[in-house]
């Protein structure tokens, strides 16, 4: 369980989580329904490495995926013919979750490092009800990883690490994704469905060896998490920045209009610049902000695919 206090509070209640639950298997079902197939989720496309296995096939039946007609054996007896498929068992889905300090910074709805929580709990889920195995890993203050599981009470120490209290001490200040590129890139087996969610900062072309490791033996997607405090610098005058884990502070003239337009130029670089590595990689990328629906973005993400 989660453990709440008034002091420290999780990024995420456990109604929130089993809220989540619930839309994702509203939705779940919803899509279910429309495409008449059996494991059909909200977010299985994320993950084009894996597929289904062709198996036979049989004539037209009202409901099936036009994609999935068998045109050579159409052709061939002139009637509608289906290809069917046999349902993958065993597919697995790891999620990485990046706890740095710099995920506890958060200017309008929440914290990146709870949007963070979000969208690993929504793809949990979502695997879970296409009766995958879900495992993962936590960054922050080291890394914990967290063996496969296929049930909600499996996956729950997970998601509930993945939401638990900002617990930053003064050796995670330098704890982040690209920090334990090294272990994670030994640990992930070959054809896994790999989601890493993070904000990837640090993350380098010193990095793309790794990355594309990873992108190269699993079906692997970032999902940026972002805040629109980060994007640009608002001219809110003299600022007192204190990193999260302590540390020295740092003094800001907002007013500086040349400040605030070398900020934006340099975010817009790292940001192009992170995109440019991860298509190198093969690793697709996602940008979620933490001031909307992170269901809805993900959703549309979906789409897009």
């Given at each position: 369980?989660?453990?709440?206090?008034?002091?420290?509070?999780?990024?995420?209640?456990?109604?929130?989580?089993?809220?989540?639950?619930?839309?994702?298997?509203?939705?779940?079902?919803?899509?279910?329904?429309?495409?008449?197939?059996?494991?059909?989720?909200?977010?299985?496309?994320?993950?084009?490495?894996?597929?289904?296995?062709?198996?036979?096939?049989?004539?037209?039946?009202?409901?099936?995926?036009?994609?999935?007609?068998?045109?050579?054996?159409?052709?061939?007896?002139?009637?509608?013919?289906?290809?069917?498929?046999?349902?993958?068992?065993?597919?697995?889905?790891?999620?990485?979750?990046?706890?740095?300090?710099?995920?506890?910074?958060?200017?309008?709805?929440?914290?990146?490092?709870?949007?963070?929580?979000?969208?690993?709990?929504?793809?949990?889920?979502?695997?879970?009800?296409?009766?995958?195995?879900?495992?993962?890993?936590?960054?922050?203050?080291?890394?914990?990883?967290?063996?496969?599981?296929?049930?909600?009470?499996?996956?729950?120490?997970?998601?509930?690490?993945?939401?638990?209290?900002?617990?930053?001490?003064?050796?995670?200040?330098?704890?982040?994704?690209?920090?334990?590129?090294?272990?994670?890139?030994?640990?992930?087996?070959?054809?896994?469905d790999l989601c890493l969610?993070?904000?990837?900062?640090?993350?380098?072309?010193?990095?793309?060896?790794?990355?594309?490791?990873?992108?190269?033996?699993?079906?692997?997607?970032?999902?940026?998490?972002?805040?629109?405090?980060?994007?640009?610098?608002?001219?809110?005058?003299?600022?007192?920045?204190?990193?999260?884990?302590?540390?020295a502070a740092l003094t800001?003239?907002?007013?500086?209009?040349?400040?605030?337009?070398?900020?934006?130029?340099?975010?817009?670089?790292?940001?192009?610049?992170?995109?440019?590595?991860?298509?190198?990689?093969?690793?697709?990328?996602?940008?979620?902000?933490?001031?909307?629906?992170?269901?809805?973005?993900l959703e549309a993400a979906?789409?897009?695919?």
């Amino acid at each position: 369980m989660i453990t709440e206090t008034a002091s420290n509070p999780p990024l995420l209640s456990t109604k929130e989580l089993e809220a989540l639950q619930w839309r994702v298997m509203e939705k779940w079902q919803r899509n279910r329904h429309k495409t008449r197939a059996p494991h059909a989720g909200p977010f299985a496309s994320f993950f084009r490495g894996q597929g289904m296995e062709p198996h036979d096939s049989r004539p037209y039946q009202p409901g099936d995926d036009i994609r999935h007609m068998d045109w050579r054996a159409t052709a061939r007896s002139g009637r509608a013919i289906s290809k069917v498929f046999l349902d993958e068992r065993g597919r697995r889905l790891f999620l990485i979750v990046d706890r740095h300090p710099g995920m506890f910074f958060g200017t309008r709805r929440e914290l990146k490092a709870a949007t963070a929580a979000r969208c690993a709990a929504i793809l949990a889920f979502s695997a879970l009800a296409a009766r995958e195995h879900v495992a993962g890993a936590i960054i922050g203050d080291g890394i914990r990883f967290f063996p496969p599981a296929t049930t909600t009470n499996g996956v729950l120490p997970l998601l509930y690490a993945a939401a638990a209290p900002a617990a930053v001490s003064s050796a995670a200040r330098n704890d982040s994704l690209a920090t334990h590129l090294p272990v994670l890139a030994e640990r992930i087996e070959a054809g896994m469905d790999l989601c890493l969610i993070s904000d990837f900062h640090g993350l380098t072309d010193a990095h793309a060896p790794l990355l594309r490791n990873l992108g190269g033996s699993c079906a692997a997607h970032a999902l940026q998490v972002w805040d629109p405090g980060e994007e640009s610098l608002e001219d809110a005058g003299v600022l007192r920045l204190c990193p999260p884990g302590g540390g020295a502070a740092l003094t800001v003239d907002t007013h500086d209009a040349a400040l605030r337009a070398h900020y934006g130029r340099t975010m817009t670089e790292r940001r192009q610049a992170l995109a440019r590595l991860l298509q190198r990689c093969g690793v697709t990328l996602t940008r979620i902000a933490t001031h909307r629906d992170t269901l809805g973005q993900l959703e549309a993400a979906h789409a897009g695919y």
